[in-house]
Structure formats: structure tokens, C-alpha cells
């Protein structure tokens, strides 16, 4: 009997004092009742800067030109969501970089400026020499001259976010047969279209596995200045996530994933510019060099 008293003194004391249970150790939740304006995923626009490609096909050649225009064309009409940046400060930073072992520029030179400018992915490539070469083909005496080419360009894409790589691939066309111009120069700018077509495929596909982010480039007291703006798609009144840091995971391919980090405080956009906004934060935290966007 005793026994059992003092298990009900117990029960009793304990669902007056929930300090003493799981229950009171738990954090508080925050709980939210800021008015927003609602901005859709969809209704954002990724930012995407190209930098030029080096290699045999370069940028100011008739060829080059058209393959950028073609590619960038091809780019647009596959991925929905995105805008292309032509910050000139980028382009001029790009091109003074020193090329890499690979062929390439150093990709990480470029993100932490390309973040800094609202700029969520980055599109590095590449051309290898072109193989040419004129063969004669048919029968002695009725023989004629074709051109045999190949072209091949390495393509990588990195979100600026965490300097994940999303895509590193080697793209390749070749152009021979009856049908083909007799001159190098001529088979070389047909190679060059199709490997447009392709590369914007690519370059497409892989930018559907980024979501859009902002940085956070400045954080005073309750105002926080974010890298993007009405070009984005941003409007004032809509409440942004911030986010912590996330993990790089490395798949299929050695290419590298990005697990998303876990929300740590909310701010709403009190005022939208071209290139950047205003924000003031709702609840938690939102330091400088974080990372903003949606739900």
C-alpha cells in the first residue's frame, strides 16, 4: 500500500511540475505569423554565368561566335527558370584567369565572385585541337575530296552555393561523307552547330538539379543585404529561408551532390533593386555569407 501512495504522490507531482519530464526539455518551436507575399519556386530565375571557353573554338572567331549564340540559344529554350548573367566584370575576370591543368580556367576563382553577383551556377568548358583531315573516297578516276572532322569539348557545371560540380562530361561530333563542304572551314562550323545543340542539352539538363539560393552579402543588426533582385524575380513583402551549411556528397562519375543544410532563421524582403534586396529578419539567424531561399 505504501508503495503504491507514493506512486500516485509521484504521478501527481510530476503532471504538476513538467520540468521534471522529457517534455520541458524540449526547445520551444517558433512559430510564424509573418504576413508574406508568395513567391512560387517557378516563379524565380536561377542565374547562370558561361564563362568563355577556351580552346580551339574561341570566343571572337565566326565560329566561336555562332557556337555561344547556338548553345546559349539551346540553353534557354531547354531549362525553364533561368536568366544568363553578362556581369562584364565576370566575363573580364574569366578571361584573366590562368589556365589549369585541364585546359580549363580554375573554376573555384570564378563562384565566390559569381555568388556575389546573384549568380547560382557557373558553366566552365573547354575545346580540344579539332581532328581534320581530306579524304578521297570512291572509285579511281571518279574520286573526290571530303572532309573528315571531329570536334570535342569538356563541359563542367558548378552551383556557386557550395562549389558542388553537378556535371563534368566530354561531348563529342563528327562530321564525314559525300555530302560534306570540301573546306576545313566549312565542316568545322557545321561540327561546331551540332556540338552546340548537344552541349546546350547538357548544360540544361543539369542545371534542373539546382535550386535557386541567394547570398547573403551583408548583416546589419536586423537588415541583411541579399545578391539578387528584381532580375531574379523577387518582390518586396516575400519572406526568404536561411540556410545553414549543408554536405557534399560524391556520386557516379566523381560527380558531387549537395545536401541541402538545415534552416536556421527567416527574413522577408523590405525592399527589391536590380542586382540585390533588402531584407529584415523575421526569427533566428542571418550572418553574412549564408544562404537564402525557398521552402
Known sequence: MKNLRFLAILM??????????????KAPAMVDNTECAPVPQAGLKLGVFIAPFSGAVPDGSPNGEAFYRLMREQVAK????????????????ARKQEIGPTGCVNPMALLEDAAARGVGAVVIGCFEDPE?????????GFREEICVTSLHLRIWVYETRTSTKILDTILSQKLTGTDAPKTTDECLAIVSEKLAS???????TSLE????????????????TIS?????????????????PGNVLVGAGENSYCVP???????????????????????????????????
Open 228 to 244: 539578387a533582385g528584381l532580375e531574379s524575380g523577387l518582390i518586396e513583402g516575400a519572406c526568404l529561408v536561411v540556410f545553414g
Open 78 to 93: 531547354k531549362a525553364k527558370g533561368i536568366r544568363f548573367s553578362d556581369d562584364n566584370s565576370l566575363e573580364d575576370g
Open 132 to 140: 581534320t583531315a581530306v579524304e578521297k573516297r570512291g572509285m579511281y
Open 198 to 204: 548537344v552541349a546546350g542539352d547538357a548544360i540544361a
Open 12 to 25: 501527481l507531482v510530476m503532471s504538476i511540475l513538467p520540468v521534471f519530464s522529457c517534455a520541458a526539455k
Open 209 to 224: 538539379d539546382i535550386s535557386w539560393t541567394a547570398l547573403i552579402t551583408k548583416s546589419d543588426h536586423k537588415v541583411v
Open 261 to 295: 543544410g538545415p534552416q536556421v532563421g527567416r527574413v522577408r524582403l523590405t525592399k527589391v533593386a536590380e542586382g540585390q534586396s533588402q531584407a529584415e529578419i523575421v526569427y533566428g539567424q542571418a550572418p553574412p555569407m549564408s544562404w537564402v531561399g525557398i521552402e
